[in-house]
């Protein structure tokens, strides 16, 4: 009868806190201190936060490299390590909302010392006890222990939403090391293709000294050329070089020296087109604005947790079972044993701990707050970058292709004039110069505007959406 009365007062009081006070803060996401629209906008794409990376990128080849580095990459498996260790705190510190049980078995013989005052035999006794309890368990009435598993809850969150930012960087910076060893592939082709012309400008250039048609100061700026090429391709050669091996390193295994063949270097080849939308989005597209909250909330919990140590910590224990001293018959009505007991412990004198707990706990949340809203700036910086850079890639390539268009006309002209000696061949190496110079220049455009995009695409929170993290 006592012990069912036990057990029935341990559920209530349990259940009692489950409706205690809670002493933090009402949550309000504080306002995002940034402008309503964009300052410059695309139309006609698509929104990034609801496109995976599988479909932004085109190229198969890009494609399967970033599959491999989302596997691979060391940084990346450290932060999923790390979100297993914040999942464990999490599921630690939930275990506390509820008592725990244990159980307890124990048997001793105890021999007592022969007495020589009144001559009593010595005598052997035996002790045999087994018994389930609860042990100090708090009862949460001022939402303290809530309080602390909302902090474990959101750090839990914020880890999970840190790995979020860790692959959606690693996406962008494979994409980007990618299309710079593409543009350094291309590069070098080019420069391939110019030293072949140039050798055989140059032995042209030896047989019309030999004859006597031309100075030798022709063939020197022939070969002056000749060596300028090679300068160049050795510096695109080592480019593509360090390009690769840092695409190694963001892949975490084994690449050929030389990729397959992808996509042409273009922005419509390569990648989907992309709409900003409203400055709004960030907030809930973005993994590291919505890590910057996660912390904020925890923050604002921890007050709760400072402000409850004003109030009593009350605890409740509690055991039942048996007690002989026999094995035999150990667990029967008339050997049935019980202890049932609460405790509460306040501060009366602390000289001011608790005060500077609270103070502390404010002050931290107000830094919270700010390290948000700088987040939520700083994203709303690179997109509106990444808008103008678009804007004005594009306009940049076009006018670059035409003033390739430009140079090889002026190439043509510039031998046409030195064949029928009206300029000096100078006129014809500075031409062609200019003009490989040009194709060059086109090369690195393209690249930086996939590049820029690529940086678009994650600074909009690409294939994020606002995806739910389950917490088990």
Known sequence: MRSGLFWRAGAVLALCQLAGCNFAPDYVRPEAPVPARFPASTTGGAAAPAIPWQDF??????????????VYNRDLAGAAARIEQARAQFRIQRSQRLPGLDASASGQRLRTPLSAADGAPRVTVDSYGLQVGIPSFELDFWGRVANLNEVARRQYL?????????????????????????????GIVLAERSL????????????????????SIDFNQSYALVTQTEL?????????????????????APLPTALPPGLPLDPDAQLTRLDPGLPSALLVARPDVRLAEHQLRAANANIGVARALYFPIIALTGAGGYASNELSGLVSDSNRVWSFGAGAVLPLLDWGARRARVDGANAARDERETAYQS??????????SGLVAAEQNDRQIQAQIRAV????????????????????????????????AAEQNLLQLRAAALQDAVNLYAALGGGQGQREIPVD
């Open 57 to 70: 990128f085109h190229d198969p080849v890009l494609r399967d490299l970033i599959g491999k580095a989302l």
């Open 158 to 186: 914020a880890t999970e939403e840190a790995r979020n930012t860790a692959e959606l960087s690693l996406v962008a910076n494979v994409a980007a090391s990618y299309y710079a060893v593409r543009a350094s592939d291309e």
């Open 196 to 215: 072949a012309s140039r050798n055989e400008t140059l032995e042209l250039a030896q047989l019309r000294m030999d004859a006597g048609l031309t100075s």
């Open 232 to 252: 160049q391709l050795a510096q695109l050669r080592r480019t593509q070089g360090q390009a690769l091996q840092l695409l190694q390193f963001l892949v975490g």
């Open 375 to 384: 987040t939520v700036q700083n994203a709303f910086r690179e997109v509106a």
């Open 405 to 436: 268009e430009v140079q090889q006309a002026l190439v043509v002209t510039a031998h046409d004039r030195y064949d029928v000696g009206l300029t000096p061949y100078l006129e014809v190496l500075d031409a062609e110069r200019n003009h490989f």
